[in-house]
């Protein structure tokens, strides 16, 4: 009777420490799952096309297209000769591809709650400039505009100056160092 009491409690701590773990194991997953909604949500897809980040990462910081409705990048694509006050040629090949990349994966695609935010705040607008975008001009405004005249900022459009992560997609303002 004795042995069979043993071998009882021996089963059920095994089964307890077993429970405990798989338990344990299925929180964890949860709890880091959530984690990376939490965190990962706002980011942006990062740029993931080669055509595009090269040439159009020549000039100035390659931006995730999540920050911008298709019709937006389409009027962008469509004045490449009068690029912001530059000639931006590209070969029609480039054209095509860099076209279909910024399309397929523009804000209207996008599961980040930052492409969400930019589209309800353009209320159907296509603007030119992401520097145009409500929302983005929002989440800048206790920022003193002589901030982006600085040397070391340039201007309101070169996100990394700030966002040392943009290139990763992420504009987490709590990581933003602004430069003197």
């Given amino acids: 009777m004795q042995w069979k009491k043993l071998v009882f409690s021996i089963a059920c701590l095994l089964a307890a420490v077993i429970a405990g773990v798989v338990?344990?194991?299925?929180?964890?997953?949860?709890?880091?799952?959530?984690?990376?909604?939490?965190?990962?949500?706002?980011?942006?897809?990062?740029?993931?096309?080669?055509?595009?980040?090269?040439?159009?990462?020549?000039?100035?910081?390659?931006?995730?297209?999540?920050?911008?409705?298709?019709?937006?990048?389409?009027?962008i694509l469509g004045q490449l000769p009068s690029h912001f006050g530059e000639d931006a040629p590209l070969d029609e090949e480039s054209l095509k591809t860099v076209g279909r990349y910024l399309r397929e994966n523009a804000a209207e695609g996008s599961s980040s709650k930052r492409s969400r935010k930019i589209l309800r705040s353009l209320k159907g607008q296509a603007p030119a400039r992401i520097t145009d975008v409500p929302y983005i001009r929002e989440k800048h405004h206790e920022l003193d505009s002589r901030v982006f005249e600085r040397p070391s900022v340039g201007s309101f459009s070169n996100c990394i100056a700030c966002h040392a992560t943009a290139d990763r997609g992420d504009y987490d303002d709590d990581s933003a160092r602004i430069p003197r």
């Fill in 23 to 75: 338990f344990a194991d299925d929180h964890e997953r949860r709890h880091h799952d959530d984690d990376h909604e939490e965190h990962g949500s706002e980011r942006l897809a990062p740029v993931s096309n080669e055509t595009y980040a090269r040439e159009c990462g020549a000039c100035h910081f390659a931006y995730q297209p999540g920050l911008l409705p298709a019709g937006s990048w389409e009027k």
